[in-house]
């Protein structure tokens, strides 16, 4: 089944026919009327591209430098809750997949496999760490030395949760985790990532707080307008993630690709900017990139090639991104990333 989807979009339907209802619901729902969650991909489709001919495209080069770090792709996978409910393996398999497909791979707070065992399971694989801080400031403490520990490369402090949005296709599934999902760093706080239940209300504060702790650099991730990026950089953050959580959040607020020019000139290229949320193309790749972001990351649809295939159906997923933005860097008439800018806009 996994080798029947050639695009991203094909990957929901047919993870649909093998995950639980629950499960399904839960990865591919939006919060509130789900606008938003249409806008991420929508907006993508609003912007064009205007290619250049007879450029020397004999050879490619995709990779970018994040933080110190080579990249073969200006991709990452986003951080996502819950890897068991969408196969046995989980986190594992995710980490398996990565490291063939040779991306990094995001490992959320909310992982229900414990960070040396994802570690073990690919020792090659560059792994950064989501962290959601936790009203105990010392569980986050003791994350964040496990990560340091198990060679994480950096970590993302999530800001635009301090509670769970509105999901309705969760409450209409009695969304809750099964008892074989254990999440090591989140069992103590309810409805972690979860519907509609309080979560942890963090201040810039916090921010401090985590850099403190840790040598690592520590992105912001979350982040939606020039004013918070602007503040963030100030705050001493290595990165900003432009994203409004895969639209599981707040709803209408604007797809993140159309947040993203004003975070951009608000850093000012003080610090690496990355963009998630509705990237499902190597067009939607490049565009990123031509408005300034230094790299992309996916969430839903890995989550399904994992639920379809587990590391295989990971691996998929990256190779038809990978293939797509080689032949759009091909044809745009550019043959590295460098050389991708807004004139790659019509
Ligand atoms: C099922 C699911 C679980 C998620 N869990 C987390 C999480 O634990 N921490 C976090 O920071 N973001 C989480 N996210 C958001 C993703 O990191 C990312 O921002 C989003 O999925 C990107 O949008 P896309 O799904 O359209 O690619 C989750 C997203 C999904 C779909």
């Known amino acids: 089944?996994?080798?029947?989807?050639?695009?991203?979009?094909?990957?929901?339907?047919?993870?649909?026919?093998?995950?639980?209802?629950?499960?399904?619901?839960?990865?591919?729902?939006?919060?509130?009327?789900?606008?938003?969650?249409?806008?991420n991909t929508e907006a993508f489709t609003r912007i064009r591209l205007r290619p250049r001919v007879l450029a020397d495209v004999s050879t490619l080069d995709t990779s970018v430098r994040v933080l110190g770090q080579t990249l073969s792709l200006p991709l990452l996978l986003a951080p996502a809750a819950y890897h068991r409910l969408f196969h046995p393996e989980g986190e594992l398999a995710t980490a398996r997949g990565a490291a063939a497909a040779n991306v990094p791979y995001v490992v959320s707070t909310c992982t229900t496999t414990p960070?040396?065992?994802?570690?073990?399971?690919?020792?090659?694989?560059?792994?950064?760490?989501?962290?959601?801080?936790?009203?105990?400031?010392?569980?986050?403490?003791?994350?964040?030395?496990?990560?340091?520990?198990?060679g994480i490369r950096a970590l993302c402090l999530t800001v635009d949760t301090p509670v769970a949005g509105t999901r309705n296709r969760e409450?209409?599934?009695?969304?809750?985790?099964?008892?074989?999902?254990?999440?090591?760093?989140m069992r103590h706080v309810a409805g972690a990532d979860g519907p509609g239940l309080p979560f942890v209300?963090?201040?810039?504060?916090?921010?401090?707080w985590l850099r403190a702790q840790t040598r690592l650099p520590?992105?912001?991730?979350?982040?939606l307008t020039g004013e918070d990026a602007a503040r963030g950089v100030d705050s001493g953050a290595a990165g900003?993630?432009?994203?409004?959580?895969?639209?599981?959040?707040?709803?209408?607020?604007?797809a993140s690709i159309d947040a993203?020019?004003?975070?951009?000139?608000?850093?000012?290229?003080?610090?690496?900017v990355l963009l998630d949320g509705g990237v499902r193309r190597g067009t939607d790749i490049v565009k990123a990139l031509a408005l300034g972001a230094t790299a992309t990351m996916i969430g839903r649809p890995y989550l399904y090639g994992l639920a379809l295939g587990g590391a295989e159906g990971v691996e998929h997923v990256v190779r038809?991104?990978?293939?797509e933005l080689e032949s759009a860097f091909a044809l745009l008439g550019r043959a590295s990333v460098g050389s991708v800018d807004r004139a790659v806009l019509w």
């Not at 900003?240 to 607020?253: F, K, Q, Y």
């Open 201 to 208: 209300a963090i201040t810039w504060r916090d921010v401090e």
């Open 240 to 254: 900003i993630v432009v994203s409004n959580h895969g639209a599981r959040n707040l709803d209408t607020v604007p």
């Open 115 to 150: 960070l040396e065992e994802i570690a073990a399971a690919a020792p090659h694989g560059v792994r950064w760490l989501q962290i959601y801080i936790t009203p105990d400031r010392n569980r986050t403490r003791d994350l964040v030395q496990a990560a340091e520990a198990t």
């Open 218 to 223: 520590v992105l912001l991730k979350g982040v």
């Open 320 to 323: 038809i991104l990978r293939t």
């Open 1 to 39: 089944m996994l080798n029947d989807a050639v695009c991203l979009a094909d990957l929901e339907p047919l993870a649909r026919r093998v995950m639980t209802p629950m499960a399904f619901e839960y990865v591919s729902g939006g919060a509130g009327d789900e606008r938003t969650l249409a806008w």
């Open 260 to 272: 993203l020019p004003e975070v951009i000139e608000a850093v000012a290229g003080r610090v690496p």
């Open 171 to 185: 409450q209409r599934t009695g969304f809750a985790l099964p008892a074989a999902c254990v999440t090591p760093y």
